[in-house]
């Protein structure tokens, strides 16, 4: 690439732009203020013969830096994407002429917010470089799991088939996980009415003889650094022995620890013997083997028992569960069966409150179930008296009455525990655990952790993956569809969210691909979901870093660690490229090759602000790229109408906002400035997990500084938008030019 | 087009001096017009209808529809069987079904067959006049007959119960059935849009054991369609028909209301606008007089 | 209580949902309820029902033997179907609800005053007499049915729906002395026994 910058400015006329317009003072703009070398108009600018005028210029007149003036930035990417060279999208479809009436007396503003957006256009083009990838990684396609049950080996297996060489850490001495345990599992095959076997011996044999999959038992991870594409992973064994292995990418199939019964006193778990777990059946229906089960107190055979279905689970009470487990209700099922199958004379009973038996054969499973003979009772277990034949105290629901039920068994479903190893530091102190605030305030005060970590991973930010509800290592569906926010780290199976057999399987099957995809993506510097394939990625002046180390801190996918110097190290392939980090910096250090503090911070002031006395406010809009963007687009392409007043700037995140830019759009003249975000808290919809609180949190901190200059804080707003808010995000907009109407206009104009 | 032919079961309360002889008297004049011929099973017994159940068990009444089928397939070999009554035809329709899928019940049900010389091949289709007049006629074909429209004339179709569920109409849903409305439009009436109790029980037979849970049913029925605007209320239904007309004044009585809403046969309706006179539409069968029906007939 | 009672009692023990299974008319759909309510919610005459389809479905499966043969509430159903349509296991339930009744009759433990038992028996008598329905003749019986008083109250209320039917040509004084009937009435009562001794046979083993 040439060092010389040489910007080549494009106006379409197409789309009404044409006889909207006026092109020609649009072309004068952009040479003249936009110092572009060349600036041409096209009537159609994204068919063939506009996208070859461009590349001529590119190919011919040396262009490096392309401006087009035409429609978003979200529209005709297949078109203008040109290699070699930045791309600016000055918006005058969407952003102008969609948005503003076509009347005559509106002409001239509607002609200022286009000749703006040329401006700006070109000015961030000024200040972008063409991304290269850092080089940190090359391609490396072993992929580790962790864990060899169901999950693991299914993983294991499908990255194998597609030709990824895959190492199995397992801890303890055999493959199988939980499932290996079962006598056998619920159906996975159509008609789905009888159990099934449990399929781990095929499992295990397959793993064993495909020659692409090392397994690793009495093994655990003792450390585990770098980033996607060069993971360095210690594996040790029990006796102490450890080799170092280095991998593409991870995934994690950990599984659960069964629930603790022995909490349960209320059902007498520990007096009774006949009071047993779901865990503790299959063993009595292994040891059975298809005879008739007996139970453990006197070896009696089973003649009557009773399932209590979300027994210490789908609770509030202190030691319970809050979750549903999701397998329980289906395993019950399958239980019964045990006993039905071997004689349909004995009673079988499922307590249960809601029955719930997911999957694509639940239904069908459930209907067997009763067709079979199995009762269902609708009721709550209050208590199991312990005696010879244990007593279900119960309340059935449906027919409104108290209960006792004398039974030879009882078998309580119990739920999953998540084996998700360890909190990260940020979730502990955010926890109202007054130990842990304690803690806190000690800041670095090493924090104490019972649960052993399954990664330990070499991250600043804690030894394993993020947990998000009840301590699952789960993704935020929305904004990670099975990803974790520890890039190229994929959770599979009950660790992730509780689950049974077949959705386990499924589930190892979508992050062995996943898992394929981050190791080859991260080989070539390309980012993960949802900037994927940018090649940008942060870099940091070294000179002006006074090392506070709120990057480090702030950035949700654990991607910055600390060299030993206390410098900030990036490591680039952890990067989801939002820009967290570049908005925490607080002197203005880290950016991105197209994406920094001046790439958005000259456009701004790019934007020709009139006197107080014309009377033309000017409001600045920060809008996320990823929601509030995409909604201002298609509020025009519902053609609702907005203020003329309005410059709107895409950012990656609100997390990227620089308060220099806030001070800086005042500090210019603008009347009033709105960041829109995406909504943040528990059900946040940040694809960047907190950028938007995070900004929110920075924002608060506005109106002091506000008030200082004795401006209305009202001048600065932050607002949380949803992609769906196409009605809302104009009439926010508009409400905005009124208040400042009221308040008047920002002194700060020259 | 050619006259169609089906095998008839008019079923008990259609008999001459029954509750429901002026349904059948419209059903005649209607098809007539249309070129229907109905040849009634000779000898047809009652269906036990849906009351039945107390003292008759399930194979004795079975083997009641039998009969009538087996009936058919002697006398009317190879016509479909229709009904008007919606208690027959469900009644007929369930024991087909049922005898289809139980090979033990319909060997019995042959053995009770054979105490009257009768023997039962079960194949024939069961169905409701209202099936044949939208399958085999069509509505265009039904419209083309109509000499006098009903102009101006609002009404509430009242599907009631057994016409529509189990069984119901082909293409039709159970909760908003819509033909009874396209039969009211194709006359020249207008349908009450959107009436509430379109599909709404009447009582049935606890009319008759139940009667005030059963008319504070019909009063509903009846409300909604007045507050649909409905000036008469039509319906496929014998026991619809009766409850909802003969209750109006002891329901006016127990809550105060001004009930006097005539209710009608679609097959009233469809012989007023091809042009019958009152007789042949059964109009003098009303307890409450269809005045607007019978001025047009009278025309 | 009857014999046949006694002996189901006997033969069934604890196993009320098998004596269902065995015994009702589509009984074996019983233990395919889900619970949901769906039926209950449904029935037009729900609030009357002591025990709505959904309890009475829990109450078999819990061995409520009497409770469930002895209530009034399968005799509120008023067959409008609006349970079957809707009921996500497609259980018969209206069905199921006539073959509860029926069993309950056929052991004798049913509520012999409830009106609609009462009617309900008058209807099969008067159907099985002559193979159609004599309607005055049932109109009569159904109000005579609380003895001769009630009865003439009854009637007194009801004159007016009676004459109305009377000068519509709606109700016929003839049926009084002779009226509708089968023409084949021997043949006809020859199937009727037929068909009740072989269900006899198979449900009480009987005959």
């Known amino acids: 690439m040439a060092d010389e910058i040489k910007i080549g400015a494009y106006i379409c006329k197409g789309c009404g732009l044409g006889d909207r317009l006026d092109i020609g003072q649009l072309e004068m703009t952009a040479t003249r203020d936009g110092k572009a070398a060349i600036c041409q108009q096209h009537d159609f600018l994204c068919s063939d013969a506009g996208v070859k005028m461009i590349q001529d210029d590119i190919d011919n007149e040396g262009v490096n830096r392309v401006v087009i003036a035409a429609c978003s930035r979200r529209a005709k990417t297949d078109a203008f994407a040109f290699d070699n060279v930045t791309l600016s999208r000055a918006n005058l479809r969407e952003g102008v002429i969609w948005v503003r009436p076509d009347e005559d007396d509106q002409q001239e503003t509607t002609q200022e917010m286009a000749d703006d957006y040329v401006r700006m256009a070109c000015a961030e083009a000024k200040y972008m470089k063409v991304p290269q990838a850092s080089g940190q990684q090359g391609v490396n396609k072993n992929i580790l799991i962790a864990g060899g049950g169901i999950s693991g080996m299914t993983a294991a297996l499908e ?23 079962l006598y056998k599992k619920i159906p996975t095959k159509s008609p789905y009415a009888d159990p099934e076997d449990n399929g781990v011996a095929e499992l295990i044999a397959a793993v064993e003889a495909d020659s692409n999959i090392t397994v690793c038992l009495n093994s655990t991870l003792t450390n585990t650094a770098g980033a996607p594409g060069r993971f360095e992973a210690d594996i040790t064994t029990e006796s102490g022995s450890t080799e170092t292995k280095s991998f593409g990418a991870i995934v994690q199939a950990s599984g659960f620890k069964p629930y603790d019964a022995n909490q349960l006193t209320e059902f007498s778990y520990t007096k009774s013997q006949d009071v047993i777990t779901q865990a503790e059946l299959e063993a009595l229906a292994i040891a059975a083997d298809g005879g008739p089960i007996k139970r453990p107190s006197d070896g009696k055979e089973v003649e009557n028992v009773m399932f209590i279905q979300c027994a210490g689970q789908r609770s509030k009470k202190e030691g319970h569960l809050e979750h549903c487990s999701g397998f329980c209700c289906s395993a019950s099922i399958k239980q019964a069966m045990y006993f039905k199958d071997q004689n349909p004379d004995i009673d079988t009973t499922v307590l249960y409150t809601d029955l719930r038996t997911p999957g694509a054969g639940g239904e069908n499973f459930y209907r067997s179930g009763q067709k079979k003979g199995i009762i269902f009772t609708k009721g709550i277990a209050t208590e199991v008296v312990h005696s010879k034949n244990p007593i279900v105290k119960f309340k059935d629901l449906i027919l409104d009455e108290d209960v006792e039920d004398e039974v030879d068994l009882v078998v309580l479903a119990t739920g999953m525990v998540p084996n998700s190893g360890q909190p990260t530091r940020a979730e502990l102190t955010q926890s109202d655990n007054d130990d842990i605030a304690a803690d806190k305030a000690g800041e670095e005060r090493e924090i104490r952790i019972d649960v052993e970590s399954i990664l330990n991973l070499d991250y600043r930010q804690g030894k394993d993956v993020p947990h998000m509800e009840n301590g699952f290592a789960d993704s935020h569906f929305i904004c990670f569809p099975y990803e974790t926010q520890r890039t190229g780290i994929y959770t599979a199976g009950p660790t992730r969210r509780p689950m049974d057999t077949t959705q386990a399987m499924d589930d190892a099957m979508g992050a062995a691909m996943k898992a394929i995809s981050e190791a080859e993506n991260a080989g070539l510097g390309k980012a993960a979901h949802p900037r994927v394939a940018d090649l940008s990625f942060p870099s940091f002046r070294a000179e002006g870093c006074t090392q506070c180390k709120r990057c480090t801190v702030e950035c949700p996918f654990g991607a910055i660690n600390e060299t030993e110097d206390g410098y900030p190290e990036f490591n680039e392939s952890r990067c989801r490229r939002c820009g967290t980090c570049m908005g925490a910096c607080p002197v203005r250090v880290i950016s991105f090759e197209n994406y920094s503090i001046d790439t958005v911070g000259q456009q701004l002031k790019a ?60 500090n210019s003249g603008f009347d009033g400035i709105m960041l829109m975000g995406c909504p943040s808290g528990d059900d946040y919809q940040c694809h960047f997990v907190k950028g938007s609180g995070t900004a929110q949190e920075r924002m608060g901190k506005v109106g002091d500084t506000l008030e200082s200059l004795s401006l209305e804080k009202e001048r600065v707003q932050t607002f949380e938008i949803s992609i769906t808010d196409i009605h809302k995000v104009p009439k926010l907009i508009n409400d905005m030019a009124e208040t400042i109407e009221q308040i008047g206009m920002s002194p700060f104009k020259f | 087009m050619a006259t169609k032919e089906y095998s008839f079961y008019p079923g008990c309360s259609s008999q001459e001096g029954a509750s429901s002889s002026n349904y059948l008297k419209s059903v005649q004049s209607m098809c007539d017009v249309l070129d229907i011929k109905l040849n009634v099973i000779p000898d047809w017994n009652c269906c036990s209808a849906s009351i039945g159940y107390c003292g008759g068990g399930e194979l004795p009444r079975l083997a009641l529809s039998a009969r009538n089928i087996a009936l058919s397939e002697q006398h009317n070999a190879g016509q479909d069987i229709v009904a008007t009554c919606a208690a027959c035809w469900l009644a007929t329709k369930e024991t087909q079904e049922r005898l289809d899928d139980d090979a033990g019940l319909m060997d019995e049900t042959n053995q009770a067959l054979a105490e009257a010389g009768l023997k039962l091949k079960n194949d024939n289709k069961i169905r409701h006049m209202v099936e044949v007049l939208i399958e085999d006629v069509g509505y265009e074909e039904m419209g083309k007959h109509v000499k006098k429209p009903l102009d101006g004339i609002k009404i509430a179709g009242y599907v009631g119960c057994q016409t529509n569920r189990p069984f119901g109409i082909e293409g039709e849903s159970f909760e908003n059935p819509k033909y009874l409305d396209k039969f009211i439009e194709t006359m020249g009436a207008e349908p009450v849009e959107n009436y509430d109790k379109k599909v709404s029980c009447c009582g049935g037979a606890l009319a008759f054991s139940e009667p005030e849970k059963s008319q504070a049913l019909i009063k509903d029925i009846i409300e909604a369609a007045y507050d649909g605007g409905a000036d008469m209320i039509v319906t496929p239904c014998p026991v619809c028909q009766m409850n909802v007309e003969v209750y109006q004044d002891k329901i006016n009585a127990k809550y105060g ?15 007023v606008a091809y042009g019958k006179n009152g007789k042949e539409s059964g109009l003098n ?12 007939a009278a025309k | ?43 037009p005459l729900g609030p009357h029902w002591d025990h709505p389809p959904q309890e009475l479905f829990m109450m078999i499966r819990a061995g409520k033997r009497d409770e469930v043969l002895q209530s009034t509430s399968m005799w509120m159903c008023t067959s409008c179907y609006n349970c079957i349509v809707r009921c996500p296991r497609e259980l018969p339930i209206t069905h199921i609800m006539h073959g509860l009744a029926h069993y309950a009759t056929r052991l004798g433990i049913e509520p012999k005053g409830q009106p609609t038992r009462q009617f309900a028996q008058l209807f099969w008598d008067n159907l099985a007499k002559n193979g159609r329905v004599n309607e005055l003749w049932l109109g009569v019986n159904l109000y005579f049915m609380n003895g001769f008083v009630e009865g003439i109250k009854v009637a007194m209320g009801m004159a007016g729906i009676g004459l109305g039917m009377l000068k519509s040509g709606r109700l016929s004084l003839k049926e009084l002395i002779g009226g509708h009937t089968v023409k084949d009435k021997k043949g006809f009562k020859a199937m009727i026994k037929k068909a009740q001794e072989l269900e006899a046979a198979r449900v009480d083993g009987s005959n």
């Open chain 1, 159 to 181: 990255a194998s088939k597609a030709g990824y060489p895959c190492t199995i850490v397992e801890k303890t001495g055999a493959l199988g996980g939980a499932t290996a345990q």
């Open chain 1, 607 to 666: 934007v020709d602000i009139p006197d107080e006395f014309e009377e033309k406010p000017r409001m600045l809009i920060l809008a996320c790229e990823n929601d509030a963007y995409p909604a201002l687009d298609m509020a025009a392409q519902n053609k609702i109408e907005y203020s003329a007043f309005t410059r709107v700037i895409p950012v990656r995140c609100l997390g990227s906002v620089s308060l220099s830019w806030i001070t800086d759009s005042m």
């Open chain 3, 1 to 43: 209580m009857s014999d046949l009672n006694t002996g189901m009692v006997e033969k069934y023990r604890n196993n009320f949902l098998k004596e269902v299974e065995a015994n009702v008319e589509e009984g074996d759909w019983v233990k395919m309820c889900m619970q949901c309510g769906v039926c209950s919610g449904s029935c």
């Open chain 2, 257 to 271: 209301t001004k009930f006097n809403i005539p209710v009608t046969y679609y097959s009233t309706l469809m012989s």
């Open chain 2, 285 to 296: 069968g009303q307890i409450i007089k269809a005045k607007q029906l019978e001025e047009i």
